[in-house]
């Protein structure tokens, strides 16, 4: 894929407001569906809560005050292998900074990156050390949101990753850093992997294929030191949790994304549920997701009509014919920020016999949304990471 020649163009947000008007029309004729007394969880988010979300939705949330934080990014769009790709590109005012592309997951979108966007790129003004600085690359991922909707089949991770390498080569930068969780993190680990004469680090807060899914054996376990094993144990039971009561979201997309799609793309409630379900339950409740950045989230999809679209991801990947073997040797350095309140619970040995982990920190809140939840924590070890990488190249005597 070697199409370096389509010049990003400026972009700007600007939606017509009929486009709110009919938004807020749906809104007030929600037809609300029948609730178990005292479900709670059990059967998916609650009405009470989606109730609640959906009138501060129509009464308080204000898009154009979201819209106007987003235009204050520098946006573009360009064409990479057939696809729209969308990126905010914030350069930082130091001059020798490291380029940084993040990328974020499903159901997330660029704005999962607001709270941790000015200390990256401008410690100096953050209190940090001005030679921590990053230049940023936010990119949407194709077919999702802004970068949406795809209009052919294939693109799944691996794809993404090698056209998220044209957009980098396109920008100029020669090196770089990526960093990325849940789809992120395995887009963000696979250009590690092909592009490892580029790629300085990897940096994750989701290691794909380094949890446990399936029970562990006595033989399994006996090798390991007695905090491995509990945590291995801990690994096994999460995901075992997980397979059972979370990840049917995941099945449906993977198999029937188009069916679903009809109703997320006709009712903003429906989608608003779909995913305000996931930022709720896969975050730490010590340190919950701002309101208004999850609905500023889930407008772009509303707005963008790319809920399909950003769902196919699952499918392409599930019909790939690479499903189901483990993940392929990466020699890049890789650090990993572990959050405990996320979906799966990494592990060492595990990952270490496809990634080359040079940094691996464990920490005592977050969740599957650091850069919203906790992003002075995830600031902090991407600095770090970057740092150390720094000094073990740099050398002796300086």
């Known amino acids: 894929m070697e199409d370096l020649g389509e010049t990003p163009v400026p972009f700007r947000l600007d939606v017509p407001q009929e486009e709110l008007d009919d938004l807020a029309a749906r809104l007030r004729r929600v037809r609300w569906p029948d609730e178990l007394d005292g479900a709670g969880w059990d059967y998916g988010i609650p009405l009470g809560e989606t109730r609640e979300l959906v009138r501060y939705w129509r009464e308080e949330y204000d898009w154009r005050a979201a819209e106007a934080r987003l235009n204050a990014w520098p946006q573009f769009t360009t064409v990479i292998d057939g696809a729209r790709v969308h990126f905010a590109h914030l350069r930082s005012p130091e001059p020798d900074a490291t380029p940084l592309l993040m990328t974020h997951g499903w159901p997330g979108s660029f704005v999962e990156f607001q709270r941790v966007a000015g200390p990256l790129t401008d410690p100096r003004a953050h209190g940090g050390d001005p030679a921590d600085a990053f230049h940023l690359v936010l990119p949407s991922i194709p077919g999702f949101t802004l970068s949406g909707p795809t209009t052919e089949r294939g693109w799944e991770f691996k794809r993404v990753a090698r056209a998220f390498a044209v957009l980098m080569e396109r920008l100029g930068y020669g090196t770089y850093g990526v960093q990325g969780g849940d789809w992120g993190a395995a887009i963000s680990r696979e250009l590690g992997r092909v592009r490892p004469e580029r790629v300085i680090g990897v940096h994750l807060n989701l290691l794909p294929g380094a949890g446990a899914t399936a029970e562990p054996t006595e033989a399994e376990l006996s090798g390991l030191s007695p905090a491995e094993r509990e945590r291995t144990r801990a690994s096994w039971e999460r995901y075992r949790v997980w397979a059972k009561e979370r990840q049917g979201y995941a099945d449906i997309q993977a198999t029937r994304p188009q069916t679903l799609a009809y109703a ?78 996320d979906n799966f619970v990494p592990l060492r040995h595990v990952a270490a016999r496809t990634d080359s982990v040079v940094r691996w920190t464990s920490y005592d809140r977050g969740g599957h949304f650091p850069a919203m939840e906790v992003p002075e924590l995830l600031v902090g070890d991407v600095r770090g990471f970057f740092r150390e990488l720094a000094g073990a190249v740099r050398p002796s005597g300086m």
């Open 264 to 341: 997320l793309n006709d009712s903003p409630t429906g989608l608003l549920a779909w995913i305000g379900e996931k930022f709720a339950e896969w975050s730490d409740p010590r340190c919950p997701v701002n309101r208004d950045q999850m609905l500023t989230n889930v407008m772009l999809y509303w707005l963008t009509g790319t809920a399909g679209s950003a769902a196919r991801i699952y499918w392409e990947r599930a019909h790939a014919d690479y499903f189901g073997l483990p993940p392929e040797v990466s020699t890049t350095p890789t650090a990993l920020a572990d959050f405990p309140r």
